[in-house]
């Protein structure tokens, strides 16, 4: 991590009063962190240029401080994105890539970002989908001050969702007959109840957050709390009255859905996940029809999560704890809508791996700011520690990532010429960079050096990604392979 020089005695200064004091002391100075993450929110709302999309409570926190153009996940699927964000580490320095193996089986004494808040004398709190919770994984108990209060991820209000049975997706999410999963029936892949907020996951997630900032106020201690909204993951679940903001027949359709010209077959993917809700088909294609209602649920759940938010940041205002709270808004990965004949996440393609990171952070940030630079989800880490004068842990974990600080108050514009991220698909890892102007792929089977395979992509010609220009381009695909190659050889596995 690089420290900005103008914080270090800052620092220094804040490290002696904790000697002195104890790790409670100036309590009142000391910022509150409200972490938000969401489930599966790509950065396509109003802050990030979709002005079609209803979003104005994400649109008013990103214009409250810095909104990040150029950030990227390390691995597109939800439990090793979010052990990338907590535990500060690629998926590539653990070898966890997987849904269902907890990251302290790889890292068993690692100091989650949530832990080095609560060791450092701030009450540390989780509510909602925060480390992911299903397909055998489970909550994080060391990170937490309190016990983790976690809600549904799957949904439903309507019997007819379900037929009053469990399904299999209920199943993997609650941990539930995960051994004969696929011999379960499907769920309903959208809902669109008159209910009220409330009836559905993210409106209890926000009442509780709500809740709990109350409390904190009382308190006289500062906070960390992380709020983990679950929408617009499947199910697309959300009150009629979000469906009604859209006409489904003028959302925009994906302009290119077919896989990217001389890509690897086993880069992509089609309907997988999305298949396991009914109506989908299990193989595509998906007519038109049912795209523009699929894609019409994904954005009536963006929308009805963006209110819940907007509950939580009205509180914030409510209290008068704005301006010592640092307000962090994370997507754990991005999403396709049909491009490239892709549904949902799984791939190394644009798409699924670009997210939306905003930071509000009262003296540092400026409102209304934006940054062109490359940055990565495991950069997170390290900025709320510089951001609230900790000093990093001393975990077994690395951290992998860099302090955005200095981008956040202006000092520099980028922190890194790349970001880096992953993919596995079956005994191959796909490890990747994104340039300003080009993504390379390295395809290698694991534990073998031969044969490599590679995709390029040039965003300035080609943003769409239609065509793998790796055997065109072989100067560009050597020097991009050097920068790939500076970085530590991936970790296998772990089983």
């Known amino acids: 991590m690089r420290r900005s020089p103008n914080r270090i005695g800052a620092l220094l200064g804040y490290l002696c009063s904790m000697l002195i004091w104890g790790p409670v002391a100036f309590a009142a100075d000391r910022p509150n962190v409200l972490l938000i993450l969401v489930d599966d929110l790509k950065p396509s709302f109003g802050a990030y240029g979709a002005e079609w999309v209803h979003s104005p409570n994400l649109d008013r926190l990103a214009a409250s401080g810095m909104r990040f153009d150029r950030a990227y996940c390390n691995q597109a699927v939800c439990a090793p994105s979010r052990n990338n964000l907590l535990v500060g580490s690629r998926s590539t320095s653990l070898g966890v890539y997987s849904l269902g193996y907890h990251f302290r089986r790889a890292v068993p004494d690692a100091i989650t970002l949530p832990q080095v808040f609560k060791q450092n004398g701030y009450q540390s709190a989780g509510v909602g989908k925060v480390f992911h919770v299903g397909h055998g994984n489970v909550n994080d108990e060391l990170s937490w001050s309190v016990p983790f209060q976690p809600d549904k991820v799957i949904d439903y209000v309507l019997p007819e969702s379900t037929g009053g049975v469990l399904t299999r997706e209920e199943a993997y999410f609650s941990n539930r ?38 409390s904190y106020q009382d308190s006289g201690r500062p906070f960390f709390l992380a709020l983990g909204f679950t929408k617009p993951h499947l ?4 009150p009629k009255k979000y469906w009604d903001l859209y006409d489904p027949a003028d959302l925009p359709l994906a302009e290119f859905t077919r896989p990217p010209e ?7 993917k089609t309907l997988g996940e999305l298949n396991q809700y009914k109506p989908v088909p299990e193989e595509p294609p998906l007519d038109e029809q049912m795209t523009r209602t699929l894609i019409h649920g994904y954005y009536a759940s963006l929308s009805y999560m963006d209110a819940q938010v907007g509950r939580v940041l009205d509180e914030v205002d409510r209290l008068g704890i704005r301006e010592n709270t640092i307000i962090v808004l994370w997507g754990d990965h991005g999403y396709h809508l049909g491009d490239h ?10 798409q699924a ?6 930071f509000s952070a009262p003296g540092v940030t400026r409102a209304g700011t934006s940054c062109d630079g490359l940055v990565e989800t495991v950069d997170v880490y390290p900025t709320l520690c510089e951001l609230a004068g900790l000093p990093l842990p001393s975990g077994t974990q690395p951290i992998d990532g860099d302090s955005l600080v200095p981008l956040l108050d202006g000092e520099r514009r980028q922190i890194r010429d790349h970001a880096y991220h992953c993919f596995p698909r079956g005994n191959r890892l796909g490890r990747a960079i994104r340039t300003e102007r080009y993504r390379l792929v390295e395809w290698k089977p694991f534990g073998a050096d031969q044969p490599l395979e590679y995709e390029l992509y040039d965003y300035l010609g080609d943003p769409h ?8 381009q072989p100067d560009i695909v050597s ?17």
Not at 353 to 358: A, G, H
């Open 177 to 214: 007959q995960l051994g004969r999963n696929k011999s379960l029936p499907r769920g309903a892949a959208w809902e669109k109840a008159d209910v009220e907020d409330g009836a559905y996951a993210d409106g209890r997630i926000a009442a509780e957050g709500i809740k709990r900032l109350q």
């Open 235 to 238: 199910p697309f679940c959300a």
């Open 262 to 268: 001389g890509a690897p077959k086993y880069a992509g």
């Open 341 to 350: 004949g892709s549904w949902t996440k799984h791939t190394n393609y644009e």
């Open 353 to 358: 791996n670009r997210i939306p990171l905003v």
């Open 465 to 472: 990604e239609t065509q793998n220009l790796a055997r065109s």
């Open 479 to 495: 020097e991009l392979a050097r920068m790939l190659a500076a970085h530590p050889e991936a970790k296998p596995p772990r089983r």
